[in-house]
């Protein structure tokens, strides 16, 4: 049905940058919302940021300033930009997107998870 592949994760210094980017691929006919997740050991996932197909964005109060969500409609593609990063960002990074594809000859929504890219952020 539909893919979310997530790339952009690794080991970088304390006040270093990463990019991480999710292209998304499969029957689709439309994708709404797009967002990137986190989830530290012994933490639940928690929303990182967000952006709507019109460009739209939030952000969780601890990355504002710091991280920049993006997205290429054409490309059904979102990154998320991160700077200045912080041993506290460690975490397991998932891409998330509420799509409307393709099922046989009609259509459904439903959201749909990356597996997920590990960013360590050493002190």
């Known amino acids: 049905q539909v893919q979310l592949v997530e790339s952009g994760g690794g080991l970088v210094q304390a006040g270093g940058s990463l990019r991480l980017s999710c292209a998304a691929s499969?029957?689709?006919?439309?994708?709404?919302?797009m967002g990137w997740y986190r989830q530290a050991p012994g933490n639940q996932r928690e929303l990182v940021a967000a952006i709507t197909t019109g460009g739209s964005t939030n952000y969780a109060d601890s990355v504002k300033g710091r991280f920049t969500i993006s997205r290429d409609n054409a490309k059904n593609t979102v990154y998320l930009q991160m700077t200045n990063l912080k041993p506290e960002d460690t975490a397991v990074y998932y891409c998330?997107?509420?799509?409307?594809?393709?099922?046989?000859?009609?259509?459904?929504?439903?959201?749909?998870w990356g597996q997920g890219t590990q960013v360590t952020v050493s002190s």
């Open positions: 499969g029957n689709i006919f439309d994708i709404n919302t």
């Open positions: 998330n997107a509420a799509v409307v594809f393709y099922s046989g000859s009609y259509y459904q929504n439903a959201e749909f």
